[in-house]
């Protein structure tokens, strides 16, 4: 009987201890579910977490409000949240979901794994701009900071990117809508964007852009600042809105897009952008109007130099001559130009570099010379033929048949028609300050002829030009000083220079006036003589 009743305590000793494990499994799990939950709990993050993880990071994180979505994986949501690495970044947040890989934090960094971002503001602080010799080319190595901060399979919505130097915003994307593949320092970036660029213009930067619409494709390679250090992407645009080196502008109203490709390298302690290669088809509408390609560097002084062909000029003329009709097709062409600044001081005395090119189709209205110089240079032989006239008059019977050459040009001179050439060659020359001209030549049917060849110092407008314009079998010279608004007449060599040039039709004339023994040649002595003063 004792052994029956020793067997049924066992058993029920056993049932006791097995009820009593039953109720305490689930206990514990409830009140772990509890610790989490507190732990978990939005104030307990908000208040507690993100301060004890701004501490391992070294970083400044806080949000205004902090929850846990799930566990596996370990997702967040945030409201109002903020993010600096105390130095060169900073984000702020509206509102936004991620999953967060909890092992790198004990490592000092944050990983974020398919985030979903709304609101986004993305600050690069650049560092001060150091002066010093232009490099060859930018190395693409990061400072020794800590890449603290990276993202895997990112997307945001409405949100702004920014770059800010000495407190102020020098290129700013307004991103409608970007994804990514992975964002961290040392480790290629491949994006898409759309959304909307504002450029701040300045001494280091010739481009001011107002509003530019884009949807780009790139690569890039963020250093461990997490400022991209070098950079590739395709791109397009809707209407321009910009201007350049502060003159010459591009409004909407002129409906020009483009297409572009390039790839450089970005150095942020220099200000200093290098373009291996950068190329641009340009439209009016779907009409392609130009193309262009181009190497170099911007910064802290600036080289560029590229090609351009097949560039229609009439919808960027049209603003500048308002309601008058204006041709110009450029059909190829080159430039090289380095200087200090894109400031006008800089470009007017420090700027050195070459521009030619060929075009064809010219139709100029004699008011575009208030906008454009060279339409100014071109202008001053035309304007000067009805002073040629009393002087062939005195020496020779020939003013009923240059008068008869004139009549053709009166519209033009009165405003009333265009000056039409059928095609033409510019070959410049730009040194410290002077534009030389050494060749400027057009050709059509009213004047057979216009050649240009001088000196025109930008800076305060001095001239010394010689031209010749063929016009009606009849070549006529013409030597000019002074400044450009208002240059003057070397009387003295205009008469000599006719007869050397124009000998076959004035043998007849010779007893009247002897033929001088000197040949028309180009001698650039003569400009610094005048100059000079002499």
């Known amino acids: 009987m004792s052994e029956l009743n020793r067997e049924q305590d066992k058993q029920s000793g056993i049932s006791r201890r097995f009820r009593k494990r039953y109720f305490i499994i689930p206990a514990v799990l409830i009140l772990l579910i509890l610790f989490i939950g507190v732990l978990g709990s939005s104030y307990v993050l908000t208040n507690y977490w993100l301060p004890l993880i701004s501490d391992w990071t070294d970083c400044e994180i806080r949000s205004r409000n902090l929850q846990i979505v799930s566990l596996f994986p370990f997702s967040l949501s945030a409201e109002g949240f903020y993010f600096s690495d105390r130095e060169n970044l900073e984000i702020h947040l509206d509102s936004g979901q991620s999953e967060l890989e909890i092992s790198s934090l004990f490592s000092g960094k944050v990983h974020l794994h398919k985030p979903d971002l709304h609101g986004v503001k993305v600050s690069f602080l650049s560092p001060s701009t150091r002066s010093g010799k232009m490099p060859e080319g930018i190395s693409s190595e990061s400072d020794d900071a800590d890449d603290v901060f990276s993202m895997s399979d990112f997307s945001a919505h409405n949100s702004v990117v920014e770059i800010v130097r000495g407190g102020k915003v020098i290129y700013s994307w307004e991103v409608s809508h970007l994804q990514g593949d992975h964002f961290s320092p040392g480790r290629q970036c491949r994006m898409f964007a759309e959304g909307v660029m504002r450029c701040e213009g300045g001494q280091n930067n010739p481009l001011h852009i107002r509003r530019l619409g884009f949807n780009v494709r790139t690569r890039i390679y963020p250093g461990k600042d997490m400022i991209p250090r070098s950079y590739w992407f395709e791109a397009g645009s809707d209407f321009v809105d910009l201007t350049a080196a502060g003159q010459w502008s591009v409004s909407p109203d002129m409906k020009i897009t483009f297409s572009a490709c390039g790839e450089g390298d970005f150095d942020p302690e220099r200000n200093l952008l290098q373009i291996r290669h950068f190329s641009s088809r340009i439209y009016k509408e779907k009409k392609v109007i130009g193309n262009l390609q181009m190497e170099g560097y911007a910064g802290d ?108 040009l009166d519209a033009v001179l009165a405003g009333k028609n265009n000056l039409n050439f059928s095609k033409g060659a510019i070959r410049f020359r730009i040194q410290n300050g002077d534009l030389k001209i050494g060749e400027l030549t057009l050709c059509g049917k009213d004047i057979n002829m216009e050649s240009i060849q001088g000196i025109l110092n930008l800076e305060s407008g001095a001239i010394a030009l010689r031209s010749i314009l063929l016009f009606h079998g009849f070549k006529i010279p013409f030597r000019f000083s002074g400044t450009l608004d208002e240059p003057s007449i070397l009387y003295s060599k205009v008469l000599e220079d006719f007869i050397v040039l124009n000998t076959p039709r004035l043998d007849s004339l010779q007893r009247i006036l002897p033929l001088p023994d000197t040949s028309f040649r180009f001698d650039m002595n003569w400009f610094t003589d005048i100059f000079k003063g002499k």
């Open 301 to 408: 002084g600036f080289s560029l130099e590229g090609r351009f062909s097949d560039l229609d000029m009439e919808p960027y003329l049209s603003i500048l001559t308002k309601d008058l009709s204006c041709r110009l097709f450029i059909t190829q062409g080159e430039f090289f130009l380095r200087g200090s600044k894109f400031d006008r001081a800089s470009l007017l005395n420090d700027l050195n570099g070459s521009l030619h090119f060929s075009c064809r189709d010219i139709s100029i209205p004699v008011s575009l010379d208030r906008q454009s110089r060279v339409v100014r240079l071109i202008l001053i032989p035309v304007r000067a033929l009805p002073s040629f006239m009393p002087l062939i008059s005195l020496n020779w019977n020939l003013k009923q048949k240059l008068n008869e050459c004139l009549t053709s």
